[in-house]
């Protein structure tokens, strides 16, 4: 069985980020995790990570990568599928049967995108329903879009989609979106996207091979189906918390995992960073993630030191 002293769970940023800052600590670890990047690197445009006006966020996510590997970080593309306490330690079961055993872990693990649970959504996946605008986007040139949602990661799929598509329609449950400002007004400005507002989806139609329309719980140009080649759903993200709670891991009523100000959680040994961690369920952000990085692996430092130490 493989030995370190510290797994890092998720390769999103705030896990590279804790792999760059274990480097930096002379801490013997490894980083497990199944979508390389994270989920910043699904965005089409990233323009509020410091030192970077405006970038990918795939090239983003790969710079993250890059920093971390050239530091020392192994890292390795597979899901935990399993994670236990034996005799003092954390037994880790990845995807690929291999076992790890460590006396620490990160948890940033991230989360998964929410399901809007109508008609047609799980039957339409892959023929017209979509999570992500930045993957599907070049497949709907010259042709009609719904996006549903109202923060940030629904203007900004809108936006991207607007690159490509004929129309986009933004379909949102509340009065005014909610994303940040800067994003608001883009949306806006868009000539090809029209928000429809207090506006939600019953079902998601179509002809069996394909996603032709949505139903809308009220008239919209008095019509009750909206026609429409392909409908993403971006209305944010659940935590994925069933590994930590595994461990007897405390969450709050949302299920984000509580953590002290070093990201250690109730159980010895057992840290977290990243978008599952409740600091930042609401303000859910690459930078965010990447100081909850280094703040854990600090406090995974001094667990292991035993003294608190400055940053070296």
Not at 149 to 176: E, R, W
Not at 195 to 211: C, H, P
Not at 234 to 262: H, R, Y
Request: glycine residues 10%; charged residues 20%; proline residues 3%.
């Amino acid at each position: 069985m493989e030995k370190h002293d510290l797994i890092i769970i998720g390769a999103g940023p705030a896990g590279l980020s804790a792999s760059i800052y274990a480097s930096r600590y002379k801490i013997d670890h490894l980083v497990l995790g199944q979508n390389l990047g994270g989920t910043i690197a699904w965005a089409h445009k990233v323009e509020n990570y410091p030192g970077f006006t405006s970038i990918s966020g795939f090239e983003l996510a790969q710079n993250f990568l890059k920093h971390a590997t050239k530091l020392g970080g192994t890292i390795i593309n597979q899901e935990v599928v399993n994670l236990k306490k034996v005799n003092g330690f954390l037994v880790l079961t990845a995807g690929d049967k291999k076992q790890y055993q460590t006396k620490t872990i990160i948890i940033a693990t991230g989360t998964k995108r929410k399901k809007l649970g109508v008609p047609g959504e799980k039957e339409y996946l892959g023929k017209g329903v979509s999570y992500c605008a930045t993957c599907d986007a070049a497949f709907y040139k010259n042709k009609v879009v719904v996006v549903v949602g109202g923060a940030n990661s629904a203007c900004s799929g809108a936006l991207h989609l607007a690159h490509f598509a004929q129309k986009v329609y933004l379909i949102y449950h509340k009065d005014n979106l909610r994303a940040d400002p800067v994003w608001v007004a883009e949306t806006k400005n868009k000539n090809n996207i029209e928000i429809i507002y207090d506006t939600s989806i019953e079902a998601i139609l179509g002809n069996g091979e394909k996603v032709d329309s949505v139903t809308l719980n009220q008239p919209y140009h008095n019509q009750k189906n909206l026609t429409t080649n392909g409908v993403f759903i971006e209305i944010g993200g659940a935590p994925i918390v069933d590994l930590a709670k595994s461990l007897g891991v405390k969450t709050d009523e949302q299920n984000f995992i509580l953590t002290d100000n070093l990201m250690a959680t109730n159980i010895k040994g057992v840290f977290c960073a990243g978008d599952v961690n409740a600091w930042q369920k609401n303000c859910q952000q690459a930078i965010v993630a990447a100081a909850e990085g280094a703040l854990a692996s600090l406090g995974v430092y001094q667990y292991l030191n035993k003294t608190p130490e400055k940053t070296p």
